[in-house]
């Protein structure tokens, strides 16, 4: 059986806590590896290598850094290959989705590589006699990021590279469920020139996170992850004096408009609600459907729904994949029984496909005429399984939207430009699409929720990644005009 261990000091180094957990390929039901998970004491070793790779790392000189982050970009780049097999070999999701993961996050790296102007100051001059102010953006030291399974490849992306090209040493604890990219991205950094030390990655569960989060030397924890986590993390390390962006949970509403182009919206919702088995941050969750277009879209996306190919990840021809693991699926499968559904009506019930072997698969279902109050609406169920919510106008569908306690991405379809302008204005979300069903923010913008789906300030990625990897220092020198100095400088008025 395959053993996963840790990467620290620029080495792949085994854990001393004896504990392990079991790594399954989720389109066969089988374990294929053993990860090892970090004790207290490993995490603490991590952080010690950590701590004597920061000063030299600080004070490499942009243009070094920059190098290496061109280097560590050209690597990943022609390692998409097996970056998304890995990913297909542990998450599940199909290859061109896992290669569609790989690019997202690459876009992160490439905004890295620009860090010589990205951290640039700003420059006040004379702003008193002889006087000029200046500010300046400094790494943090030790900071880390913690991972969900369900992005094993673009999260750690989203935090590492702006990190490193701040200047600060990385510790990934990535999820246990699909540890391995993040050992492939540790010798890549390594290959690209990164010095050992600046990047770490520690496999664990809960012990390992909890040290990170009272951890002394850590000045700075990113998390992403479901929202009773990130909760705990943001109030556990902030308690401990640490800077903290914590991401949580979803339930993404998509909302379809009486003159919405209900063939494009159906296929959004279609490819949004199931693409990854439903398991993203930002699949599509809730469909609301306004007035008329109700019958006509939950007709189309029924339609659509048996041509969605689900097999193995690794099989080109498969469009979904299974879900992460059996105790997932069943979990997700649950929703479709009548206690969670308050009345809803199951127009597609994915339970009734069947696969062969064992592997974690479940159809994709449909349920209309869902109401808030059922479990089906208020959990976030990350499986594949849209619900559509009915209601009579524009401001109930905004009315609907902005009472759930989460606020991550939301999406309108509509013709009418006014109307999705006004949704902009309106909705309480941090990502809004306009006919697009899937608003991830590109690199050089930040990503972030709103509500319970964001604890902190800060978004990941983008400037708001350089700000929160950075802190700055204000600088005021006085600087006597040479002419009135005693030494002679050269100047005729010194003679
Ligand atoms: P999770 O919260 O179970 O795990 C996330 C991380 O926290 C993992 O590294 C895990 O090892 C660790 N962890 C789990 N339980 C813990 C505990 N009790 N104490 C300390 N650490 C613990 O999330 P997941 O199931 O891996 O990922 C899916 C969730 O992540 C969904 O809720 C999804 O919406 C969310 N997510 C959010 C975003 C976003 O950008 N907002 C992006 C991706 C995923």
């Given at each position: 059986?395959?053993?996963?261990?840790?990467?620290?000091?620029g080495?792949s180094?085994?854990?001393?806590?004896?504990?392990t957990?079991?790594?399954?390929?989720p389109?066969?039901?089988?374990?294929?590896?053993?990860v090892e998970?970090?004790?207290?004491a490993?995490?603490?070793?991590?952080?010690e290598?950590?701590?004597?790779a920061f000063?030299?790392?600080?004070?490499t000189?942009?243009?070094r850094?920059?190098?290496?982050l061109?280097?560590f970009?050209d690597?990943?780049d022609?390692?998409?290959?097996?970056?998304?097999?890995?990913?297909?070999a542990?998450?599940?999701k199909?290859?061109?989705d896992?290669?569609?993961?790989?690019?997202r996050?690459?876009e992160?790296?490439e905004?890295s590589?620009g860090?010589?102007?990205l951290?640039?100051?700003g420059?006040?001059e004379q702003a008193?006699?002889?006087?000029d102010?200046y500010?300046i953006l400094?790494p943090?030291?030790?900071?880390?990021?913690i991972?969900?399974?369900?992005f094993?490849?673009?999260?750690p992306?989203?935090?590492?590279?702006?990190?490193?090209?701040c200047?600060?040493?990385?510790?990934l604890?990535p999820?246990?469920k699909?540890?391995?990219?993040s050992?492939?991205?540790a010798?890549?950094?390594?290959r690209?020139g990164?010095?050992?030390?600046?990047?770490s990655?520690v496999?664990?569960?809960?012990?390992?996170v909890?040290r990170?989060l009272e951890h002394?030397?850590?000045?700075a924890?990113?998390f992403?992850g479901?929202t009773?986590i990130?909760?705990?993390v943001?109030?556990?390390?902030t308690?401990?004096g640490?800077?903290v962006?914590?991401?949580?949970g979803a339930?993404?509403?998509?909302v379809?408009?009486?003159?919405?182009?209900?063939?494009m919206?159906a296929?959004?919702?279609?490819s949004?609600?199931?693409?990854?088995?439903?398991e993203?941050?930002?699949?599509?969750?809730?469909?609301?459907?306004?007035?008329?277009?109700?019958d006509r879209?939950?007709?189309?996306?029924?339609?659509r729904?048996p041509?969605?190919?689900?097999?193995?990840g690794?099989?080109?021809?498969s469009q979904?994949?299974?879900?992460?693991?059996?105790?997932?699926?069943?979990r997700?499968?649950?929703?479709?029984?009548?206690?969670?559904?308050?009345?809803?009506?199951i127009?597609?019930?994915?339970?009734?496909?069947?696969?062969?072997?064992?592997?974690?698969?479940?159809?994709?279902?449909?349920?209309?005429s869902?109401?808030?109050g059922?479990?089906?609406?208020?959990?976030e169920?990350?499986g594949?399984?849209?619900?559509?919510?009915?209601?009579?106008?524009?401001?109930d569908?905004?009315r609907?939207?902005n009472?759930?306690?989460?606020?991550?991405g939301?999406a309108i379809?509509?013709?009418?430009?006014?109307?999705?302008?006004?949704?902009?204005?309106?909705?309480?979300?941090?990502?809004v699409g306009?006919?697009?069903?899937i608003?991830v923010p590109v690199?050089y913008?930040?990503?972030?929720g709103?509500k319970?789906?964001?604890?902190?300030?800060?978004?990941m990625?983008?400037p708001?990644?350089?700000?929160?990897?950075?802190?700055?220092?204000?600088?005021?020198?006085?600087?006597?005009?040479?002419?009135?100095?005693?030494i002679?400088?050269?100047?005729?008025?010194?003679?």
């Amino acid at each position: 059986m395959k053993q996963i261990a840790h990467w620290v000091g620029g080495a792949s180094t085994p854990a001393t806590s004896g504990r392990t957990s079991p790594v399954y390929n989720p389109a066969t039901g089988a374990q294929t590896a053993t990860v090892e998970l970090a004790s207290a004491a490993d995490l603490d070793a991590a952080v010690e290598t950590a701590l004597s790779a920061f000063p030299e790392w600080r004070a490499t000189p942009l243009s070094r850094r920059a190098e290496i982050l061109f280097r560590f970009r050209d690597l990943v780049d022609s390692h998409r290959d097996d970056i998304a097999s890995l990913i297909t070999a542990e998450h599940g999701k199909v290859h061109s989705d896992a290669l569609g993961e790989v690019a997202r996050g690459l876009e992160n790296v490439e905004f890295s590589c620009g860090v010589p102007n990205l951290l640039k100051g700003g420059f006040s001059e004379q702003a008193s006699t002889g006087v000029d102010v200046y500010s300046i953006l400094q790494p943090l030291g030790v900071v880390a990021g913690i991972t969900p399974f369900n992005f094993p490849a673009m999260v750690p992306m989203w935090m590492f590279s702006n990190a490193i090209a701040c200047g600060n040493c990385f510790i990934l604890k990535p999820s246990e469920k699909d540890p391995s990219p993040s050992l492939l991205f540790a010798e890549l950094w390594q290959r690209a020139g990164l010095p050992a030390g600046v990047f770490s990655v520690v496999q664990g569960d809960r012990e390992a996170v909890d040290r990170i989060l009272e951890h002394p030397d850590i000045s700075a924890v990113s998390f992403v992850g479901s929202t009773p986590i990130a909760r705990h993390v943001y109030e556990t390390a902030t308690r401990h004096g640490k800077r903290v962006q914590a991401l949580g949970g979803a339930k993404n509403h998509m909302v379809v408009l009486p003159d919405a182009d209900v063939e494009m919206a159906a296929d959004a919702a279609v490819s949004a609600g199931y693409g990854s088995a439903g398991e993203r941050c930002m699949a599509v969750s809730a469909v609301v459907a306004v007035g008329d277009v109700a019958d006509r879209l939950v007709a189309a996306i029924a339609k659509r729904i048996p041509s969605v190919t689900i097999g193995p990840g690794d099989d080109p021809a498969s469009q979904m994949g299974p879900l992460v693991t059996r105790e997932h699926r069943d979990r997700v499968a649950s929703y479709l029984e009548d206690a969670a559904l308050g009345g809803a009506e199951i127009v597609v019930d994915g339970r009734r496909q069947t696969f062969e072997g064992d592997g974690f698969f479940l159809g994709a279902s449909l349920v209309d005429s869902v109401r808030p109050g059922s479990r089906v609406y208020d959990d976030e169920i990350f499986g594949p399984v849209l619900a559509v919510l009915r209601v009579a106008t524009y401001e109930d569908a905004v009315r609907l939207v902005n009472d759930n306690p989460y606020g991550n991405g939301v999406a309108i379809f509509t013709r009418d430009g006014g109307a999705a302008r006004r949704f902009q204005f309106e909705v309480q979300a941090g990502m809004v699409g306009v006919n697009v069903p899937i608003p991830v923010p590109v690199a050089y913008y930040s990503f972030g929720g709103w509500k319970s789906s964001l604890f902190g300030d800060t978004h990941m990625y983008g400037p708001e990644g350089i700000h929160f990897y950075t802190r700055s220092k204000v600088v005021t020198s006085r600087w006597p005009d040479p002419s009135t100095s005693t030494i002679d400088l050269g100047f005729p008025q010194n003679r």
